[in-house]
Each structure stands twice: as structure tokens, then as C-alpha cells.
């Protein structure tokens, strides 16, 4: 069972940078804006995980790597976002990675999950496709 947390506009972004989150993923959330790169777009993926917007997250995958549903945790809390590297990805190119940390708190347990995400822009939108191996 899923959980989505509604955050004020003028709250701190969870993706982190520096931003509210009404100025940052939160406009990309509710559909005003597309994400114009890859990075923007997996900060605003790990966003909708920290809010628990399993539609957003599904609406950014790329159809042919797309789950039907997605169930995310409500006791699983996404805490910090490191971006480690990213290579293309820019307004003017169709595809890029970005390499990144994601911690997380699930109970008393704390972790990360470390990921080589890979996008490519199909008709003016980043997706996601998938993680390298």
C-alpha cells in the first residue's frame, strides 16, 4: 500500500537542491513542467518516491521497461539524494545516465541504494528506461 505525502510549495525539495519543492520537482509532479534533463528528471523521480507519487514515477517510465503497477512502501523514508555522475543527458541530446546514492530509513534500518539509471528523450520527454548492470 502506498502512501503519497503532500508537500507545501515553499517546503524543502527532497531531491535536495535547494530549491522549494513548488520551484522544483513539485512542478513537474503536478504536470506544469517536463523535466528538461535527465538529471532534472531522476531528481524528480527520487522526489516522487520521497512523496509516495507512484503515478508520477510511472508516467516517466519508458513504456517498454514500464511495470503495470507500482506499490510503493509508506514505512520505506527516502532521505538524501547524492548525485555521483552523469554522463549526456543535456537539453540538446536524446539520451544520458546519471549515476547516483539514494539513503533511505525502512524501520530502525537505514541504506542506500546505489544506481547507473539510463534515460533517453522520445518526443521532447526524458524517461527513464532502466539501471545498468
Sequence with gaps: MSLEIRLADDARCPCLSGETYGACCGRFHSGAAQAPTAETLMRSRYSAFAVGDAEYLLRTWHPSTRPAALDLDPDQRWLRLDILHR???SLL???GTVEFVAHYRY??????????????????????????G
Design 87 to 89: 554522463t549526456g543527458g
Design 93 to 95: 541530446e536524446s539520451a
Design 107 to 132: 524501520g530502525r534500518d537505514r541504506g542506500s541504494l546505489h544506481e547507473h539509471s539510463r534515460f533517453v528523450r522520445e518526443h521532447g520527454r526524458w524517461l527513464y528506461v532502466d539501471a545498468l
